[in-house]
């Protein structure tokens, strides 16, 4: 201990002859006027780590992209390691960090779509051609991965403005009338859903005319299950969850970035206060201390109507203020799996958790937690309405209830379809999407999005529901149909899978990150080693962390499967031969 010199503050120690002393701490100092102006924009914000993120969008939003500056004055104002700040904010798409604040990015950023309903669509022109006539001084054109609006594709955002089925010609006016703000969505308010009967079982189940075990036998009865790609029979998850001790949370998974899917936003926009009472009523059947809402980034308009119905529902008396936390995504498609999206809500980078245990046991705060998708929960108030007998009663080909089909690709009328469950692709293009474009015959169709495989036109008679398509190596997930037709490239299918794969996989586990570069690389030849393909398949299959790296092989391997006959048309040459068991015709 130093003892206080007798005649004022101890003198600084004298250095050790010949060793010179260092004037200022180790490591970049902390700017003053950083540290202001996240003073100034933070000053009303907590600083726990869990804000993390939804602070990086303000400093973002506020000034256009992420200075080092702003992220060191953020670290010492959160009391959190830069170490931590840096790494989060790397990890997300959508921060753009600058190290030198001399070369900050242009003012407008364009992001043309590179998925695949997309680039069916044309997207690789639309990108070389507005790469071309606008000045990167002023204007960035960037790749951007599943924007969530498959059936108005092609779609670039300008700014925060979404344009759908668009043309070069149409981006340059708008960027040139600059109004780059998200466009406004006509949703229904709280008025107008409750004169329909809009939080009518919410009451009663406040008010213990409805009781949990009620709820969850109607819910076992209509056999509603996870509709964001798993499938698991939702009374059963909140069993599991309600066995464990309190304090326990509700989450709710909005990060659908599924190339294909876009079913989530579509309900959002149309009844978000059906979706809200559907979540307030899960989380009041788990006794959720509070319900977050994890909504990803590229909706920005879907994020203005939340924050207005939420406002409503508080103002109604339907929930308390502050207990929806609405949070941001930033562009990363591995937090739609439910670990990720969790360690994303707690302010870190949405890497999968190992399980077990798992996020009913312990999820967000390490506390048992609840994850429902978007439709699981919308869906609620529906069926208490209608009854499920109504819902179990409707299906096709020995299947029950309704599913909602994300459908996009070469079909005349793309979009959200509410059709029985158990109905057949060839059902649904004919009675739902208008039939194929004309000129276009069907070849192959994503039942699932990107990850549920290939399947030929020989196999659209199969149910389409869970569990039905497992034999055939694919899955419905959630329900995303692209539809290909005979005058696509299946390579370029694949490769467009795959690279979205490999430039989303979070990197923590070698068979995914390595795995799926390695079987891009592979795709590239003209020659494909068939054996090669389906050993590394195996090994992503067995051995990844996660869904992603665990189904990433599955486009590829559907097509060494179903498809030889046509690769080899299109000039691929299989070494050794593959075994087509299943004919694609």
């Given amino acids: 201990m130093t003892r206080p010199h007798p005649s004022g503050p101890a003198p600084t120690p004298s250095a050790a002859p010949g060793k010179r002393t260092r004037g200022t701490q180790r490591g970049r100092q902390l700017a003053a006027d950083a540290l202001h102006d996240i003073e100034a924009l933070l000053g009303a914000g907590g600083r726990s780590r869990d804000m993390l993120i939804e602070h990086l969008h303000a400093i973002q939003d506020a000034f256009g992209h992420l200075s080092m500056a702003h992220l060191r004055a953020l670290s010492h104002w959160m009391g959190l390691p830069m170490a931590a700040v840096y790494e989060t904010a790397s990890f997300y798409a959508h921060f753009d960090i ?319 379809h509410l059709a029985p469950a158990g109905i057949t692709l060839q059902e649904l293009i004919d009675e739902y999407c208008g039939g194929m474009l004309a000129g276009h015959r069907l070849l192959a169709y994503l039942p699932g999005g990107a990850s549920g495989g290939i399947l030929p036109a020989s196999k659209a008679d199969i149910p389409l529901d869970f569990d039905t398509l497992q034999p055939h190596g694919c899955f419905i997930g959630s329900a995303a149909i692209v539809v290909i037709s005979d005058q696509d490239d299946l390579r370029a299918v694949a490769k467009n899978l795959m690279a979205f794969f490999a430039d989303e996989s979070c990197g923590q586990c070698t068979p995914c990150r390595v795995g799926t570069e390695k079987m891009l690389g592979l795709l590239e030849r003209d020659d494909w080693d068939t054996e090669q393909l389906q050993r590394l398949a195996q090994v992503m299959q067995d051995a990844s962390i996660c869904g992603l790296g665990q189904a990433a092989p599955n486009p590829v391997t559907s097509l060494l499967r179903f498809f030889p006959a046509e690769l080899a048309e299109q000039g691929i040459r299989l070494r050794p031969a593959a075994v087509n068991t299943e004919s694609a015709s």
């Fill in 98 to 416: 600058v190290r030198d604040e001399a070369l900050p990015p242009p003012a407008v950023t364009i992001r043309v779509c590179d998925s695949l309903p997309c680039q069916l669509a044309g997207a690789q022109a639309l990108h070389a051609a507005l790469a071309r006539d606008l000045d990167p001084a002023q204007v960035r054109v960037l790749r951007a991965p599943c924007m969530g609006r498959c059936d108005s594709a092609p779609v670039v955002e300008v700014g925060h403005r979404h344009l759908g089925n668009t043309t070069p010609g149409a981006v340059l006016a708008q960027l040139a009338g600059g109004d780059l703000h998200p466009a406004p969505i006509a949703w229904q308010g709280l008025e107008a859903y409750r004169r329909e009967g809009g939080y009518a079982l919410l009451a009663k189940a406040r008010d213990g005319a409805v009781s949990v075990d009620q709820l969850g036998a109607m819910l076992e009865h209509a056999g509603l299950r996870g509709l964001g790609g798993a499938g698991f029979p939702t009374f059963r998850k909140w069993a599991f969850v309600r066995a464990e001790p309190a304090p326990r949370y509700m989450v709710i998974n909005a990060d659908e970035g599924e190339p294909g899917t876009f079913k989530d936003r579509h309900y959002l926009e149309q009844a978000p206060h059906r979706f809200l009472e559907g979540a307030l009523v899960s989380a009041w059947a788990v006794d959720a201390a509070a319900l977050y809402i994890y909504l990803r980034d590229e909706y920005p308009g879907l994020h203005a109507v939340l924050r207005a119905a939420i406002a409503e529902a508080e103002a109604a008396g339907f929930a308390e203020p502050g207990y929806i936390v609405l949070r941001r995504g930033a562009g990363a498609y591995i937090c739609g799996e439910e670990s990720a999206l969790i360690e994303s809500l707690e302010g870190k980078p949405g890497k999968p958790r190992h399980r077990p245990p798992f996020v009913a046991q312990k999820g967000l705060f390490d506390r048992p937690t609840l994850v429902n998708n978007v439709e699981t929960v919308y869906w609620i108030p529906l069926l208490w309405q209608h009854g499920a007998d109504w819902f179990a009663s409707q299906g096709r080909h020995g299947r029950k209830g309704l599913r909602s089909f994300s459908v996009s690709g070469r079909v005349m009328k793309p979009g959200v």
